[in-house]
Each structure stands twice: as C-alpha cells, then as structure tokens.
C-alpha cells in the first residue's frame, strides 16, 4: 500500500510542478538581439530537480514537454505546438531533461541538501540547458559558436544566476516544511 501512495504523491506532486513550470514561463521578456526570450521557466525546473526524486522530476519535464508538444499553451508567451521543440529556443526546454537528471543525481542521497549542495546541483544543470540551447539555436540559425553563445548564453547568465539564488534557498524552505509536516514521503530520494 505504501508504495501505491508513494506513486500517487509523486504523480500528485509531478502534476503541480508541470503547473509551474507552465506558470513561470509566461513570466517573459523578449530580447531584441535573440530569439530566445528571459523567462521564469528555469525556476520551476530547478525546483523540480531539487525537490522530486530522479523519476518524477523526469516524469514532470517529459509531462510538460508533450503538454507544450501537443498544443496547449504551457510554453513562454502561452505558446504551444511540436514546432516549439524543434525552432531556435527549443534545445533550452529540452535542456530541462538533462538538467534535472544531473540534478537528481548529484542530489541523491541528500535528503535534506545544504544551501551549498543545492547550488553546486544547479549550476550544472543551468549548463546543461544552456549547452542543449545553444546547440539547437546555432544549428538551426546558422550561428557559429561564439554567435550562438552570444545570442543564446551571454545575456541570459546574470538572469539565471538570480534564478538560482531564488531557487536553491526556496527548495530548501519547501523541503524543510514538507518534513516539519511529516510529508516527506514526497521527497525520498
């Protein structure tokens, strides 16, 4: 039985984070020199990769990739459609795949992270959004690599450093709650 409601909490929780994924990315800011827009996004998947364990944090990205893939509007800007994943900002939303999985692992066995391991999982996997992001835009924009690291890295590193430093004290707040709570069962690691 308790292994039905470990399933139905992850599943639970999974549904609310593709919520607010869905929710921060409409948190948008068009840059004129790129095609990627400054979005809240990022926040959400760091605090799924820091809060669910390795499947439901894989679970909850895939979910809201095939939301967005299939049409509903869970992308920046109320935007959805399969063209989303595969035009110039499509390698960051699939980047989230990576980043939570790095973060899954780095935080595994840590089931109540430090300020500090928090970041250190972070920082990785904001790397690896913007390496999966960087490399689609510059194969779809014909950008070299330097273009392609000034369109699409540059200009989103001082942004997404703040996003972290929101994120990483936010999860640990969050992950401290649901244990004082007795609801830790939704983050075992």
Do not use: C, E, W
């Not at 929780?13 to 948190?27: D, H, N, Y």
């Not at 959400?44 to 095939?66: C, D, E, H, K, N």
């Not at 390496?131 to 997404?160: S, T």
């Amino acid at each position: 039985m308790k292994s039905y409601r470990s399933t139905t909490a992850h599943l639970t929780l999974s549904a609310f984070f593709v919520a607010l994924i869905a929710v921060l990315a409409q948190i948008a800011v068009i840059l004129p020199f790129s095609p990627v827009p400054v979005t809240g996004q990022v926040i959400g998947v760091l605090l799924t990769g820091a809060l669910l364990p390795r499947r439901a944090a894989l679970l909850t990205i895939i979910s809201y990739l095939l939301l967005g893939a299939a049409g509903m509007p869970v992308f920046s800007m109320a935007r959805g459609g399969f063209h989303m994943l595969t035009g110039p900002s499509g390698g960051y939303l699939l980047g989230f795949l990576p980043a939570v999985l790095i973060m899954s692992i780095l935080l595994r066995n840590k089931p109540q992270p430090s300020l500090l391991q928090l970041v250190t999982a972070m920082i990785p996997a904001l790397g690896l959004i913007y390496l999966v992001g960087a490399l689609q835009l510059g194969l779809l924009m014909q950008f070299n690599i330097k273009q392609a690291f000034l369109a699409g890295v540059a200009p989103f590193i001082l942004f997404d450093l703040a996003k972290i430093l929101i994120s990483a004290p936010l999860s640990r707040q969050v992950n401290k709650s649901l244990r004082a709570g007795k609801l830790d069962l939704f983050l075992n690691r």
